[in-house]
């Protein structure tokens, strides 16, 4: 009967606290082959959780476009592993018709995962990461006017400061990043990118995916940038540009943005200094 009691104000205790804090999602993905085959273009995608904790990994879309933005082939390839521990790598294979080839202009690579908690989650819902790649043109491309480029510059839009430090063992392993939307339009499929350099090359690369999708003027999101020890005992600076669409203006033209971090309520930081053991640097 104790037992019993202990386990009902244990389990009331768990339900006022809540769930715990979701960790921001870090999955790395790049290119490492593309083939052209008789059936079209074979490319294969490596994922790597950069993550702190596991995720389960749901789906891989891939949803291809032409020059106009007009999405023209949804492809679903499969993955061998279900539940990705930190550092697992996961090879994603993708063919693209070779009909579609001569009219492909580029791809977006989503990824959709679910928070790993242990226990049963009724309806959770996955969390979306997009990727984009350009696709290399199979004849000579025409000439576009400027205003139908595929990347514009942009500045002013997006502001990036620190909001603290996760740290394991006493070593920093992650900067959580406070994304703000400092503009007038309302932003979508914000993604951060960028590279930890040290004295002589770039150390780490990243590409992080910022949710909510929309940031309309004025709000806010979190990140996560994850730096694992022995990159952060080398690392001298760190280079953000933030990739992003204007709602108003569909899905054919994308915005890049330097951005430099910020400590909360100061001014941009120079580039070229990194201090792991605390808060005062980026």
Avoid: C
């Avoid at 386990?7 to 921001?24: D, K, V």
């Avoid at 997006?158 to 990043?177: D, F, K, T, Y």
């Amino acid at each position: 009967m104790r037992t019993l009691t202990a386990t009902i104000i244990g389990m009331a205790f768990l339900g006022m606290m809540g769930p715990p804090e979701a960790e921001a999602v870090n999955i790395r993905v790049r290119e490492v082959r593309r083939e052209a085959q008789a059936q079209g273009l074979s490319i294969v995608y490596e994922l790597e959780n950069a993550s702190v904790r596991r995720w389960d990994l749901n789906r891989v879309e891939v949803h291809v476009f032409n020059q106009k933005g007009r999405r023209i082939d949804l492809l679903r390839p499969s993955a061998t592993l279900t539940r990705m521990q930190r550092y697992d790598v996961e090879l994603i294979r993708v063919r693209i018709p070779s009909a579609l080839l001569p009219e492909a202009h580029h791809l977006e690579l989503r990824v959709f995962v679910d928070e790993f908690t242990g226990y049963p989650v009724a309806n959770q819902v996955p969390k979306r990461l997009d990727y984009y790649f350009p696709l290399a043109p199979q004849s000579t491309p025409t000439r576009r006017p400027a205003t139908q480029a595929r990347f514009l510059r942009a500045a002013g839009q997006l502001q990036v400061e620190r909001a603290g430090m996760v740290e394991w063992e006493g070593s920093p392993r992650a900067i959580v990043l406070r994304v703000v939307n400092t503009g007038r339009d309302t932003l979508s499929d914000v993604v951060l990118q960028g590279e930890v350099v040290g004295s002589y090359a770039s150390l780490q690369q990243f590409h992080l995916s910022v949710t909510p999708m929309h940031l309309p003027p004025g709000a806010e999101a979190y990140v996560s940038l994850v730096i694992p020890k022995h990159i952060v005992i080398r690392a001298k600076s760190v280079s953000l540009q933030a990739l992003y669409r204007k709602a108003n203006e569909g899905e054919g033209v994308r915005y890049v943005e330097d951005l430099k971090i910020r400590g909360s309520g100061e001014s941009p930081e120079p580039k070229g200094h990194f201090k792991p053991a605390g808060l005062g640097s980026h």
